[in-house]
């Protein structure tokens, strides 16, 4: 049995490496922003407006798309769920987690993972380009266009827009080796960078779960693959 296998191995590991993707935050309520179904492909000039070559164009326009787009003002009534909680008890119980993240919501974080990797940043945050000054949620969501107190520069996202560079790739690719399990939760491993992350966990050998309703194509990966609702499996996984 593919799930009793899948706990043990999670049990006998004292350092994980989970993976995450947008499966675990659609239990909280939030879209997946990228899925086929999802916000990114509703409207191809999404991607367009979440670039960096849009907010540099016409940061005022930007903002309202962003707010509206990912739906900032909603997200303080989001909270974690059940998989979010599961990682942080494994922690409790002395395990060494780091949770690497493609979500933006922070959820991993107010669920008070120690070691969050926010893989495309966050949208509870911004930064001043000019000062390096950082804002959080509340100030983004004062005033339509936020802008730097000190300098008055347009603040811009701590998420990672389209045409931006990854900066967390290689934090994760070290969280990774020096974790004894990779865990990948609630992503169908379509987006790179991040999904090169599995291929560099499995050069390393590393035992490695994979638990995703649906079939993803690097699923030969994993030594253990669980295609089910996720929030059910790690229901299980707890008893
Ligand atoms: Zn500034």
Redesign the pocket.
């Known amino acids: 049995m593919h799930l009793e296998t899948a706990a043990k191995m999670i049990a006998d590991a004292s350092s994980v490496a989970v993976l995450t993707g947008a499966g675990v935050s659609t239990a909280s309520g939030i879209p997946d922003f990228r899925s086929t179904t999802g916000l990114w492909t509703a409207d191809e000039a999404r991607e367009y407006y979440i670039s960096n070559h849009y907010f540099y164009k016409d940061p005022v326009d930007f903002w309202q798309k962003y707010k509206d787009i990912f739906r900032v003002k909603l997200l303080k009534d989001y909270g974690p769920n059940h998989v979010h909680r599961y990682l942080k008890e494994l922690e409790v119980h002395g395990k060494q987690i780091t949770v690497i993240t493609q979500n933006v919501d922070g959820l991993h974080t107010i669920a008070g993972n120690e070691h969050v990797i926010e893989y495309h940043g966050t949208l509870n945050s911004a930064t001043?380009?000019?000062?390096?000054?950082s804002y959080d949620l509340p100030y983004l969501l004062a005033a339509e266009t936020p802008v730097?107190?000190?300098?008055?520069?347009v603040?811009k996202p701590d998420v990672v827009l389209f045409g931006d560079p990854i900066t967390e790739h290689d934090k994760a690719e070290q969280a990774i080796q020096q974790s004894e399990l990779v865990l990948v939760l609630g992503t169908s491993l379509l987006v790179s960078p991040f999904n090169i992350l599995p291929e560099y966990s499995n050069s390393l050998g590393k035992p490695s779960i994979l638990i995703n309703r649906e079939p993803t194509v690097m699923d030969d990966l994993f030594d253990i693959v669980i295609h089910d609702d996720l929030s059910k499996i790690v229901q299980q996984l707890q008893k």
């Open positions: 001043c380009p000019n000062c390096g000054s730097c107190e000190t300098c008055k520069h603040l």
